[in-house]
């Protein structure tokens, strides 16, 4: 199918969306050449700021232009990526075939708010927080609360199948979604509220599928009563293991914390640590403060603040000045196995935090049985401090990780998931796999009754931008190959989008034939969002791999 030209591009969308609410211009065509991922980041880095930048951004009012819009390019053949918050650290959102990229934060509105039934009705462009907020006001919460509330849509949430922190009370996106309005590319559109007897379940084909069936608009969720009581506490545990042990036996006994998260030794190391300048426990550390933590005094006993040790390589080297730090750390990284055997001498218990909410006799009901529970598996009770401070800094670690990237590395976050049974033995296979090439910490959380998911952070140097993009595309091959190795799936809640597309033929086989046959019924030109999810036929591999990212 010929492609207009880009007069006859813009003449169409305007005439839908009006030329005010479409842009070609080149600062709009930067910001949404990309999303959060970090491989676009190391791009930029190295002065391409724009590699795959879109035809036009257009911002639909309501749902009729959306319909109109995505007529108009599947009768033409023209790539539509759907657009929220652009939070996403996939990739999913990357224009890699041009086209138009749709914007839907002017759908933004609740529309419905059904206090009989507990039940939300809102568009997809609403911002996350800005949704809660309006949910407080009417007494009611989602439950919902991902690191990227404050820059992320319901729209996008859904199209990713997110997680927030609190999944292990409330659940998933999926599990809170009781129907979606969608927009399809030959302009139909469908609430699958109206599903009849026999039918698919299109709620549930829809979410997760990140734009490349259609454009979701509109959701109605289930919400829940603004919680009246909460109680947080942390726990010690002497190994990950009997932590581990420990949680599954909270999960399996049917108690529903909104929060447990467990790190490993050297996270746990520096969630420990002290703030010297407030005498007080130290927000959730970006991983330059977790480097850092090797060179700078920490503490190192049962409880924060009972005494302080050097950190590791400053007891090797002796105190060092500022500038000094960042070539150590630059050095550090460019030996990530010398400085990952020395995190994992880090003499540090593990520390488990576990919070409840709700009714309050419920609270401090399901608390107690925890703590019982815990301590069974040789758990210590460590307070509640740790567990109170993690919740008034939750969201303070997704503004740390541009420090790396000034430095001239890179960071990045890996969220994996098994059962519990194959848990450990998947960390340390990941773990494995990544030390030779990246600095490496982990914490396990979003834990349920069957399993629980583990999130790695991973940083990396090279002194070029083109060095850096291949020790990336390692680093992803070698721990989606752990994971799917181990018996675990490679996205918990961040989605697949580039980044894990090569992933999906090892861990989905020949069942991606099922997937290219709802796709060609859906979307037989392939307009909506390509080059993301799944590969076109299972032998058939993306950038990441080095091939031609338009063959995928």
Not at 88 to 96: A, E, S, W
Not at 236 to 243: I, N, T, V
Not at 488 to 494: C, D, L, N, Y
Request: charged share 20%; with cysteine.
């Amino acid at each position: 199918m010929a492609r207009l030209s880009q007069a006859e591009l813009i003449a169409g969308l305007s005439r839908i969306v009006g030329v005010e609410h479409l842009s070609t211009a080149r600062p709009d065509r930067i910001a949404y050449s990309a999303d959060f991922w970090p491989k676009a980041q190391i791009w930029k880095q190295g002065g391409d700021v724009e590699r795959y930048p879109p035809d036009c951004v257009v911002w639909p009012a309501d749902e009729a232009e959306v319909v109109a819009i995505l007529r108009f390019c599947h009768d033409h053949g023209i790539p539509v990526v759907p657009y929220g918050g652009g939070s996403g650290v996939c990739g999913g959102t990357i224009p890699i075939h041009g086209g138009v990229v749709v914007d839907v934060k002017r759908l933004a509105q609740v529309t419905d708010i059904d206090h009989a039934s507990a039940v939300v009705t809102a568009q997809a462009g609403i911002n996350g927080q800005h949704l809660e907020d309006r949910l407080n006001a009417a007494g009611f919460t989602l439950g919902h609360f991902p690191s990227s509330i404050m820059c992320s849509t319901l729209g996008g949430w859904l199209a990713a199948r997110s997680a927030g922190q609190f999944s292990s009370r409330y659940g998933k996106i999926e599990d809170m979604v009781l129907s979606l309005r969608v927009a399809f590319p030959d302009g139909t559109l469908l609430d699958t509220g109206d599903r009849g007897p026999g039918g698919p379940d299109w709620t549930q084909l829809v979410c997760g599928s990140e734009g490349t069936l259609g454009v979701i608009t509109g959701a109605q969720l289930k919400v829940n009563p603004v919680p009246g009581a909460r109680r947080m506490r942390a726990f010690r545990f002497r190994h990950l293991e009997d932590g581990l042990r420990g949680g599954r036996a909270v999960m399996q006994a049917g108690l529903r914390p909104m929060v447990l998260r467990l790190y490993d030794p050297f996270d746990s190391l520096i969630a420990l640590g002290k703030d010297k300048t407030h005498g007080d426990k130290a927000a959730r550390p970006g991983v330059l403060d977790s480097l850092r933590g090797l060179f700078a005094t920490t503490t190192a006993g049962p409880h924060t603040g009972q005494f302080e040790r050097p950190g590791l390589l400053r007891r090797r080297l002796g105190p060092l000045s500022h500038a000094a730090k960042r070539v150590g750390l630059i050095t550090a990284l460019s030996a990530p196995s010398i400085v990952n055997r020395l995190a994992a001498a880090a003499p540090s218990p593990c520390l488990m935090i576990v919070g409840f909410e709700g009714h309050a006799d419920a609270v401090h009901a399901d608390a107690w049985s925890a703590g019982e529970l815990l301590a069974e598996a040789g758990g210590v009770d460590a307070g509640a401090g740790p567990g109170e401070h993690w919740l008034a800094r939750r969201y303070d670690v997704s503004f740390k990780q541009s420090r790396v990237y000034d430095m001239g590395g890179f960071v990045d976050t890996m969220e994996v998931a098994s059962t519990w049974d194959r848990l450990e033995g998947m960390y340390d296979a990941v773990r494995r796999a990544l030390a030779p090439h990246v600095f490496v910490m982990a914490h396990f959380s979003h834990a349920y009754r069957e399993g629980c998911s583990i999130y790695f952070t991973f940083v990396g140097y090279r002194r070029d931008a083109a060095k850096s993009e291949q020790l990336y595309d390692r680093v992803w091959r070698v721990a989606t190959d752990a994971v799917v190795g181990a018996g675990g799936t490679v996205s918990h809640h961040h989605g697949v989008g580039m980044s894990k597309m090569n992933a999906m033929v090892q861990e989905h086989g020949h069942m991606l034939r099922v997937w290219r046959a709802l796709k060609d019924v859906v979307d037989p030109h392939g307009v909506m969002n390509p080059g993301k999810l799944f590969p076109d036929a299972p032998h058939e591999s993306v950038e990441p791999d080095g091939g031609d990212a338009g063959s995928a």
